[in-house]
């Protein structure tokens, strides 16, 4: 197998799957993604690694099932469409890895449990005791039912820091956020030359930070910078990469440039 431009090709990833490649124009769930996801999880499973998915979707799970076209401001109605969609996110992914005879471990975190000591260690504890079950992928999602950060906010931004703190969490070699845009660019509305490497994020490169157009989601690149700096500091290279180009989580495996890469 090639070499990354990083090193070694890492053992144990960490994956978000952003709400824009995981729904279609509409906001609806795109199910052949997700299989097509799956599908580059379990190659990379085969070939060795260990993969731990932060999965957005379930608000947008939510409102495909509710009907509706745009994310809702009220936080009753945002809670209702997380506690809607949650379980069908979840179902849909036991359906695509359970054709491989791999279980989908749901774990469905706050802030408040990454800023507790004894939670933290009492997660971590499960994780690792997870991973080491060959036939498991653990997949992490905030618990929008009872943490209004992350809707109003958010705290997290759509899970870009979650997965950074889970990559910590884990002790994880790679952080790979999969996004509907295809890195951080020249210009902040996502035009211009794409920035292949960055190995400080200062002044000049906060500014090429832009939000985001989604009505079913709530990042942005300024949350993944934030992301960035989380893993960086920990030494943990993060990598944004377009989530719907052609077997992008093989490629990268295989030492194919995608997207930006985060350098500690």
Not at 29 to 38: F, G, K, M, P, S
Not at 187 to 210: C, N, S, Y
Not at 245 to 253: E, M, R, Y
Request: proline share 4%; hydrophobic share 40%.
């Amino acid at each position: 197998m090639s070499k990354s431009r990083l090193g070694p090709v890492p053992k144990r990833w960490v994956i978000k799957l952003g709400t824009g490649i995981l729904s279609d124009p509409r906001g609806r769930v795109d199910l052949n993604q997700i299989r097509h996801l799956a599908a580059q999880v379990i190659e990379l499973r085969r070939l060795g690694h260990q993969v731990l998915l932060v999965s957005s979707g379930a608000v947008g799970c939510g409102m495909s099932l509710l009907g509706l076209a745009k994310r809702p401001t009220a936080m009753a109605e945002l809670q209702a469409c997380a506690a809607l969609g949650q379980p069908r996110l979840m179902s849909l992914y036991d359906e695509v890895f359970g054709r491989s005879d791999v279980r989908v471990a749901q774990v469905l975190l706050t802030y408040l449990d990454l800023d507790s000591r004894s939670l933290y260690r009492n997660i971590q504890r499960s994780v690792e005791h997870l991973l080491t079950h060959d036939n498991i992928v653990p997949i992490f999602n905030e618990n929008d039912v009872v943490s209004y950060e992350e809707l109003i906010g958010p705290r997290f931004g759509d899970n870009d820091q979650l997965s950074a703190h889970i990559a910590i969490l884990a002790r994880a070699e790679r952080l790979v956020i999969l996004s509907n845009v295809r890195g951080l660019a020249t210009h902040p509305d996502g035009t211009g030359r794409l920035i292949r490497d960055v190995r400080k994020i200062d002044a000049r490169i906060q500014k090429l930070a832009g939000g985001t157009q989604s009505q079913t989601s709530v990042g942005g690149m300024a949350a993944k910078l934030k992301a960035a700096r989380i893993a960086n500091e920990a030494g943990i290279p993060m990598q944004i990469a377009h989530g719907r180009q052609k077997n992008v989580l093989v490629s990268i495996c295989q030492g194919e440039p995608h997207g930006t890469t985060f350098h500690p």
